[in-house]
């Protein structure tokens, strides 16, 4: 079954506490509307930060109760589609990601997403989209988590890998599993170094599964190119070490190989990888390609 869930059933934290706003079953899918990360509150290049309520950030659309899911299971969404609004809008700044302490003034960039082409003019220079969800997630084991900020629950993970075609898996601590999304990107590099991708307004379809077999107290997202381990943690180097020791843990019972031996394999076919650098707790993924999977007969569902 489809439902639709508008953008206007949004939430700034992500929380146990939340009412449900859809009930939906295994297997079905929903077309999820989100604002962009500001909720709309930017409307122009000119009128600076001066009138933007800072706790009106990040806002995810949800909860979405999903039938049959309870604590211990790992829930399984796939993103079959994302569409953007044609307006994306930057901003840099004072105190603002890796170069807010050299930055003196507030800096806000409103541009134009051509669709058709899936391209953004940046002053002459053709950039490709690459469209991305950077807010989704579950409600979090314990107290609220705001949307701004990752852990084992997703959040603002902002993988550019969180796009069409890809599978989120996500371990569930409540009943329902409690999901949202939002802060959709039109396009964004590796570290969100400015502390914002292209933000726009979306409407993103996914579907929601229980993962069979798969166990895993991390994010994990698989598409075509293989698999990816998110381990989010304020100290980045933590963070990749852990999505290393995640991701052996996840794949060495599949296999006949030794630690030593799977650590071998992994320094020669593994990547770490970084999502981002800019939130309160950094986010890192260590990927593995699927011809390695092939090879071993490993089959992540």
Same mark, same amino acid.
């Given at each position: &079954?489809k439902? @639709? &869930?508008?953008?206007?059933?949004?939430?700034?934290? &992500?929380? @146990?506490?939340?009412?449900?706003?859809? /009930?939906?079953?295994?297997?079905?899918?929903?077309?999820?509307?989100?604002?962009?990360?500001?909720? $709309?509150?930017?409307?122009?290049?000119?009128?600076?930060?001066?009138?933007?309520?800072?706790?009106?950030?990040?806002?995810?659309?949800?909860?979405?109760?999903?039938?049959?899911?309870?604590?211990?299971?790992?829930?399984? +969404?796939?993103?079959?589609?994302?569409?953007?609004?044609?307006?994306? #809008?930057?901003?840099?700044?004072?105190?603002?990601?890796?170069?807010?302490? %050299?930055?003196?003034?507030?800096?806000? %960039?409103?541009?134009? #997403? !051509?669709? /058709?082409? $899936?391209?953004?003019?940046?002053d002459?220079?053709?950039?490709?989209?690459?469209?991305?969800?950077?807010v989704?997630?579950?409600?979090?084991?314990?107290?609220?988590?705001?949307? $701004?900020?990752?852990?084992?629950?997703?959040?603002?993970?902002?993988?550019?890998?969180?796009t069409?075609?890809a599978?989120?898996?996500l371990?569930?601590?409540? /009943?329902?599993?409690?999901?949202?999304?939002? !802060? +959709?990107?039109?396009?964004?590099?590796? $570290?969100?170094?400015? #502390?914002?991708?292209?933000?726009? /307004?979306?409407? +993103?379809?996914?579907?929601?599964?229980?993962?069979?077999?798969?166990?895993?107290?991390?994010?994990?997202?698989?598409? @075509?190119?293989?698999?990816?381990?998110?381990?989010?943690? @304020?100290?980045?180097?933590?963070?990749?070490?852990?999505?290393?020791?995640?991701?052996?843990?996840?794949?060495?019972?599949?296999?006949?190989l030794?630690?030593?031996?799977i650590?071998?394999?992994?320094?020669?076919?593994?990547?770490?990888?970084?999502?981002?650098?800019?939130?309160?707790?950094?986010?890192?993924?260590?990927?593995?390609?699927?011809?390695?999977?092939?090879?071993?007969?490993?089959?992540l569902?």
């Amino acid at each position: &079954m489809k439902h @639709k &869930m508008d953008k206007e059933n949004f939430f700034y934290a &992500m929380s @146990k506490g939340n009412a449900p706003k859809l /009930e939906v079953n295994l297997g079905d899918t929903v077309e999820i509307e989100a604002h962009d990360c500001f909720t $709309g509150q930017i409307t122009s290049e000119e009128n600076g930060f001066s009138g933007v309520d800072w706790h009106q950030i990040n806002p995810a659309t949800g909860p979405v109760y999903i039938n049959d899911v309870s604590p211990g299971d790992v829930l399984k +969404v796939t993103v079959e589609k994302i569409e953007m609004g044609e307006r994306g #809008v930057m901003v840099t700044g004072p105190g603002m990601g890796v170069m807010g302490n %050299r930055l003196k003034d507030t800096d806000i %960039r409103i541009f134009n #997403v !051509d669709n /058709e082409k $899936g391209t953004v003019d940046f002053d002459g220079l053709t950039l490709p989209v690459n469209k991305m969800i950077g807010v989704i997630g579950v409600a979090p084991p314990n107290e609220a988590i705001n949307n $701004g900020t990752p852990d084992t629950h997703g959040g603002n993970m902002d993988a550019v890998k969180m796009t069409e075609g890809a599978t989120l898996y996500l371990p569930v601590y409540h /009943e329902g599993a409690l999901f949202g999304l939002g !802060d +959709v990107h039109a396009a964004m590099a590796d $570290g969100e170094i400015s #502390v914002s991708g292209l933000e726009v /307004e979306s409407t +993103v379809t996914v579907t929601f599964e229980k993962a069979e077999s798969l166990k895993t107290y991390h994010p994990i997202i698989t598409d @075509k190119d293989g698999v990816y381990m998110m381990v989010s943690d @304020k100290d980045l180097n933590l963070a990749v070490d852990q999505s290393v020791h995640k991701m052996i843990d996840l794949l060495q019972p599949h296999t006949n190989l030794s630690l030593s031996e799977i650590t071998m394999l992994m320094s020669l076919t593994g990547q770490t990888q970084i999502n981002q650098i800019v939130d309160p707790k950094k986010t890192a993924r260590f990927f593995v390609p699927q011809h390695v999977l092939d090879h071993y007969g490993i089959q992540l569902k």
